[in-house]
């Protein structure tokens, strides 16, 4: 029998665990090096300094497509690492997504309502550590990807949710859909902040459908929730909307121009459809496919066994359930019955709504963090003794455990500085414009300039200088037509020919003789190259 000490010791070692697990968790990060990736030199670095310094509408594409991107979660972390070391820095940010342990605990704590005090709490602290240390999510750890990042929205709203269980399935309606709104409100500031989290926000509103209650209530929960996640989005995401909308007559800019057809862009989805898989049977069947071939759904390899597993054991679970009338009745295990329902059922929409709309693993992370805690549910929907399901729900988490290999999407040796550019003097930057052609991650040496430069890009992964159907090459021309003051070109140092020939279709020329270069931290040696008019007058780099 559970005594008070036991009871008392559980408590005491819940909130130590909540305390510590997210500085533990930054310091973590500083062990897997510096963030270097793609998106960071491409967006990430410099979106948070546009706002933080008022250059969104000065500059022009400077960050390509992510350019339109909300940057409210890009200011803290350039703020952070412009204001302190690195490596501080690093260990903020890495403790910033280590409190998704502590919200991993909150719900596996929550969902484990038939275990003792004392081992409810070690278990819930060993099924959060497990969701802390995929191959996924330890690739993100310390990086500015932000999926680890919306995912504190995400658990937050399945945490909230699971605390409310059993008593939002038949207690007072008031108290009751305040809660779910309120976790609604969560998941829908997530989508605002990022746009695919919207996968984990239908999820788990689709997920009260799922739960033990009469058809009426669970409706009234999911409708509550949804007035939540609306209220959370415009919280999220509504002052990027209206400027977007705003300025571009779309609020999703570009994406999903096809719907509101802003002339500004191509009538298109701007769909990434790069990661799709080639047939139906592949996407059926994906999680087999990408875990033995990781390139299909992103940049860099790893491996992580957590989604196949659930992939196989959830819909074998329910069935099994199903079939021996068990589903909803057996109380018998770990996990209660109502949080089981309703998270399995949440991480399948949620499953199925990315393998239509993405196919991106990042965006998976939040799922791959929620898997160990679904693993201990799935299992105890077997039909197997207790002891049996026990063990191999430890043996699958070990062997999840033992075989992962974190993602690397590029890291270097902590340094002083995050981002250091070694930029030649400029005459008259006041007067300067840059302009930037390629298709490679370079916006992130523009703060390393003179404040007054102004940045155009020219060629890029949403416009060329020839591009058709798109009208921003109207604003773009203009804007480059209308500078009376010198041109430089910036580009890396392999698509310097291509960025000659992105200029001379602005009657512009780049003189390929007269470039210097721009060493950076974070990447190859950039080229910044005088550019003339055709038939003017010659601009120097000095």
Same mark, same amino acid.
């Given at each position: ?11 005491? *070692? ?21 963030? @270097? ?54 260990? +903020?940010?890495?403790?910033? &997504? ?59 709203? !399945? ?5 409310? +269980? ?12 305040? /809660?779910?709104?309120?976790?609604? +409100?969560? !998941?829908?500031?997530?989508? #605002? ?116 597993? +659930? ?34 059922? @949440? *991480? ?11 196919? *991106? ?39 999840? &455990? ?81 500078? /009376? ?21 602005? #009657? ?21 190259? !005088? ?12």
């Amino acid at each position: 029998m559970p005594t008070h000490d036991d009871d008392r010791s559980a408590r005491l *070692i819940g909130i130590a665990f909540l305390l510590l697990a997210p500085p533990a968790y930054g310091l973590l990060t500083l062990a897997f090096g510096m963030d @270097a990736n793609w998106d960071l030199r491409n967006y990430h670095w410099y979106n948070g300094y546009a706002m933080l310094t008022g250059r969104i509408g000065r500059d022009l594409l400077a960050a390509q497509m992510p350019t339109f991107y909300s940057p409210f979660l890009d200011v803290p972390f350039y703020w952070l690492a412009t204001h302190l070391p690195a490596r501080a820095a690093g260990f +903020l940010w890495g403790t910033l &997504q280590g409190i998704n342990l502590s919200l991993l605990y909150l719900l596996a704590s929550f969902s484990l309502r038939n275990v003792p005090a004392l081992k409810r709490t070690l278990i819930a602290m060993a099924l959060a550590v497990a969701g802390g240390l995929g191959g996924g999510t330890l690739g993100l750890i310390g990086t500015t990807f932000q999926d680890n990042v919306v995912s504190l929205g995400v658990l937050g709203a !399945a945490a909230v949710i699971a605390g409310s +269980l059993p008593g939002i399935l038949d207690g007072r309606p008031l108290p009751s859909f305040a /809660r779910v709104a309120a976790a609604g +409100l969560l !998941a829908g500031a997530a989508m #605002g902040l990022k746009n695919p989290t919207v996968i984990y926000a239908v999820g788990l509103c689709l997920g009260f459908l799922a739960l033990p209650a009469r058809p009426w209530r669970r409706l009234w929960l999911a409708f509550f929730f949804g007035i939540g996640v609306l209220a959370g989005l415009a919280l999220g995401g509504g002052v990027w909307m209206v400027h977007l909308w705003h300025d571009y007559g779309n609020p999703v800019f570009p994406h999903m121009n096809h719907i509101f057809k802003s002339p500004f862009a191509a009538l298109s989805d701007y769909v990434n459809v790069s990661f799709f898989p080639p047939g139906l049977w592949q996407r059926l069947f994906f999680p087999f496919v990408f875990t033995v071939s990781p390139l299909t759904v992103g940049e860099v390899p790893f491996f992580d066994l957590r989604v196949l597993a +659930l992939f196989v054991l959830v819909p074998v679970g329910g069935v099994c359930a199903a079939a021996t009338g068990m589903l909803g009745k057996r109380n018998d295990w770990l996990t209660a019955v109502p949080a089981t329902r309703f998270l399995l059922a @949440a *991480i399948t929409v949620t499953y199925a709504l990315w393998v239509v709309m993405f196919c *991106i693993y990042r965006y998976l992370v939040p799922l791959e963090m929620l898997a160990p805690l679904a693993l201990v549910m799935a299992v105890g929907l077997l039909p197997l003794a207790r002891r049996l399901r026990i063990g191999l729900a430890v043996a699958l988490l070990a062997v999840v &455990q033992l075989t992962v290999q974190p993602a690397d999407w590029g890291r270097v040796a902590w340094a002083d500085s995050w981002v250091k550019a070694e930029v030649p003097a400029i005459e008259a930057p006041d007067d300067t414009m840059v302009l930037m052609a390629g298709y490679w991650a370079i916006s992130h040496v523009i703060p390393s300039f003179p404040a007054r430069v102004t940045f155009v890009r020219i060629q890029s992964n949403f416009l060329q200088p020839d591009s058709v159907g798109n009208g921003y090459l109207a604003i773009l021309k203009d804007k480059v037509a209308s500078h /009376r003051g010198p041109f430089l070109m910036l580009s890396t140092i392999p698509d310097t020919p291509g960025a000659a020939k992105a200029a001379e279709l602005l #009657g512009l020329r780049l003189d390929p003789q007269r470039c210097r270069p721009i060493p950076n931290n974070l990447g190859e040696t950039l080229n910044l190259c !005088a550019v003339d008019r055709e038939g003017g007058k010659r601009e120097t780099v000095e």
